[in-house]
């Protein structure tokens, strides 16, 4: 079987190792006899299972001793309402940077339990940049939100904003474990995995300790973050399917080199196809501005709609899977998480640059 080329942006490709090593194990996990979705999550087999993910996320991601590592369900966009429910509290307003369409969606989630107020936006830019320059905190702020890599419109936070006056809340589903960050210069990040680290079903949250003070027991169990906490993730049934499929991949991202190499990779196939797109004198118009410019999403369209439209199709009929740009803003969309293999982005481009002399 060949592997399709693949650059959808959620669910993504995962490593083809990843896949194997799950395939091997898929009806007798480690001699049990049982499949690792059939094992119970109080299972010395499972609990392993857990404990190994949590400590290699801790250390690919260097994150000390003071943040808690947790397993979730309901996705970023779940996220978008425990974060406030957890800390905005009364008298107090949640900030937020709005750069796309999930930005926007994590403050009306928001605005449903307490105050807001939007501290930047880039929205008539058409978020076609990271708003940095222009930051404002309210008075009473709880906390600041941003979403450091926006998968709509192909733009990513390259410096993040610094303010000890209040704690940083990031949404990095689509590029966390794709670059070296400072976790102590936050203080809650929250992920999807199905991006970087794993398929769909289970949300990783890094959190400071200190934090979880500030949340609430009056609030639904389930939506409490010290649940979480106080039983390592393991107060209900994890997803444990998705949590093992998670561990497979950081030890994937182990065994390359960790951050330094993934992140060199990443800045080279980002490299090669804004390359193909900057030396096409106008053929493809890239959407995101130089300095904001994505390296998990790169996204761009045509001179003109009809050639847009050929260009879609003469990929498909190539192989290459998801090049459509998201359905509210057209054009075209190349996704390249950590998983995408180099071979496939330099065909990618090689495919751009061929269409571009033929058209």
């Known amino acids: 079987m060949n592997r399709a080329l693949n650059f959808n942006a959620g669910p993504a490709v995962l490593p ?20 690792v979705m059939e094992l119970s ?17 801790r250390n690919l991601l260097s994150i000390p001793d003071s943040f808690e590592v947790l397993f979730l369900q309901g996705g970023a966009s779940l996220q978008f309402s425990m974060v406030p429910l957890n800390f905005l509290t009364e008298g107090r307003t949640g900030n937020y ?18 105050k807001t107020f939007i501290s930047a936006s880039s929205k008539n830019q058409q978020y076609k940049a990271i708003p940095t320059g222009n930051i404002e905190i309210s008075a009473d702020a709880a906390y600041l939100h941003i979403t450091s890599n926006n998968t709509i419109y192909g733009t990513q936070w390259q410096q993040f904003p610094t303010n000890a006056r209040i704690p940083l809340v990031a949404d990095m589903s689509s590029d966390l ?41 009056h609030l639904p169990t389930m939506l409490n973050y010290n649940t979480y906490a106080n039983h ?16 497979l991949v950081l030890e994937w ?30 053929f493809y118009l890239g959407h995101a501005e130089k300095e904001s410019r994505s390296k998990m999403n790169v996204t761009f ?20 899977i998801g090049l459509n740009g998201h359905r509210s803003v057209g054009g075209c969309r190349a996704s390249i998480y950590n998983a995408m293999p180099m071979e496939h982005v330099l065909q990618l481009a090689e495919f751009m640059k061929k269409f571009k002399k033929s058209n």
Request: proline residues 2%; hydrophobic residues 40%; aromatic residues 6%.
């Open 41 to 57: 999550h109080r299972s010395k087999e499972y609990e392993t299972i857990h404990h190994q993910a949590i400590s290699l996320l």
């Open 97 to 114: 940077v709005l750069t796309g369409a999930w930005a926007e969606k994590a403050l009306t989630e928001a605005e449903k339990v307490g």
């Open 177 to 217: 474990l794709s670059r070296k960050i400072h976790i102590e210069d936050f203080d809650l990040i929250y992920a999807g995995a199905q991006k970087n680290l794993g398929p769909s079903g289970v949300t990783v949250v890094i959190i400071q300790k200190k934090l979880l003070s500030e949340s609430g027991s």
């Open 16 to 35: 083809e190792t990843v896949l194997k090593e799950a395939e091997k194990n898929w009806l007798n996990f480690n001699d049990t006899g049982m499949a």
């Open 301 to 320: 369209n045509l001179h003109n709609e009809e050639t847009a439209t050929n260009f879609l199709h003469q990929a498909k009929e190539e192989g290459f």
């Open 253 to 282: 991202a182990k065994g390359l080199g960790g951050l330094t190499v993934i992140e060199q990779r990443n800045e080279e196939k980002a490299m090669i196809l804004y390359d193909a797109i900057d030396c096409s004198e106008g």
């Open 232 to 247: 390592n993730s393991l107060y209900n049934t994890p997803p444990t399917l998705a949590i093992y499929l998670l561990k």
